[in-house]
């Protein structure tokens, strides 16, 4: 489980507050969206719950092995809890994928009996095997994005976080990367962030709909259609933000 308690955050250059009085619960077991405009306020929300930088006031709980921990004060045990798909990830194109995912579980030191079990288990989730001994600098871009989740994955972590995964993907890789993300969400808690309404409709159970750096609505699919009194998601998220066609595009 992962859970913002009245959350907030602002920048110290300029004291302007960025995200205010969030709260948001993701359980295990399902994939909750976080849908919002590019500055919403999604990746600051996601660089703290990664316990990457810390909130101005509020909570931040990371749920790992029946323990809950504060992300502020409890910071390599938030880490090791969580894999985390960051928007623009950077890969040493220099090394091999299998080369890299041994490298990252050094990184999360997991225990050598379990390396190889969490090693194959992960290759096979995101379908890697075929370029296990490939540098990752000659991979396609959906590959590289898939090396990207196994190494979020190849810890075992009970919570995954993707700030906008599927960006810059073709049709085809992104319902490969739909599929890997539904099948982890039968045994993590998933939170999903992303500006692309498709995605959020395609796998996620709960929403919450993020606005100039505030929880607008939260609910299913069909809940926040109904609140919002309209026919879909993109017109209830239109609606919620004030967002035009151009800047869904």
């Known amino acids: 489980m992962i859970e913002l308690i009245d959350f907030s955050k602002s920048y110290s250059h300029n004291k302007k507050i960025i995200v205010q009085n969030v709260s948001l619960k993701a359980e295990k077991g399902s994939v909750t969206g976080l849908l919002g405009l590019n500055g919403a306020g999604k990746t600051t929300i996601i660089k703290a719950l990664c316990a990457l930088h810390f909130a101005d006031s509020g909570k931040i709980i990371v749920s790992s092995s029946g323990r809950k921990y504060d992300a502020e004060n409890d910071i390599e ?25 041994l490298f990252v579980q050094e990184l999360y030191d997991v225990r050598r ?14 379908m ?3 370029v296990l001994e490939k540098k990752i600098r000659t991979l396609s871009k959906g590959f590289k994005q898939r090396v990207c989740l196994a190494a979020a994955l190849i810890h075992e972590p009970e919570n995954l976080i993707l700030d906008e995964p599927v960006n810059g993907l073709d049709p085809a890789q992104i319902i490969q990367f739909r599929k890997i993300i539904k099948h982890a969400a039968e045994t993590k808690t998933v939170l999903l962030s992303t500006h692309l309404m498709q995605e959020v409709q395609a ?14 609505a939260e609910g299913t ?5 109904a609140f919002t009194g309209t026919a879909s998601i993109e017109e209830a998220f239109l609606k919620i933000t004030g967002a035009t066609d151009e800047k869904l595009s």
């Open 203 to 216: 796998v996620c159970s709960k929403i919450y709909i993020i606005s100039d750096g505030k929880i607008s």
């Open 221 to 225: 699919a069909g809940q926040i259609m």
């Open 77 to 101: 045990a938030v880490k090791k809890s969580i894999g985390y798909v960051p928007e623009q990830p950077e890969l040493p194109g220099f090394l091999t994928v299998k080369e890299y995912l």
């Open 128 to 130: 890697l095997e075929s």
């Open 113 to 126: 009996e379990e390396r190889k079990i969490f090693f194959e288990k992960t290759v096979a989730e995101c």
